[in-house]
């Protein structure tokens, strides 16, 4: 695997992936810590739920897994 910038921030490369996911792990992280905060967990846990449905959805649709 090369290890060129350009290579690793190509469209196909291992960072844009690993950044998005980093990304949303910390975004998610910071919804929870603000809705434990005001007391409304529950929002989060049906998106939560509203998710795993899609993804089950979309991947029944497609036929195959997304990753």
Do not use: C
């Not at 949303?24 to 846990?45: D, P, R, S, T, Y």
Request: charged share 15%.
């Amino acid at each position: 695997m090369s290890t060129k910038f350009s290579d690793l921030m190509a469209f196909s490369g291992p960072a844009p992936e690993r950044i998005n996911g980093r990304l949303a792990m910390i975004g998610f992280v910071a919804a929870m810590g603000v809705e434990i905060a005001k007391g409304q967990e529950l929002w989060n846990g049906r998106i939560a739920m509203l998710g795993l449905i899609a993804l089950a959805f979309t991947e029944y649709v497609k036929g195959t897994s997304l990753v």
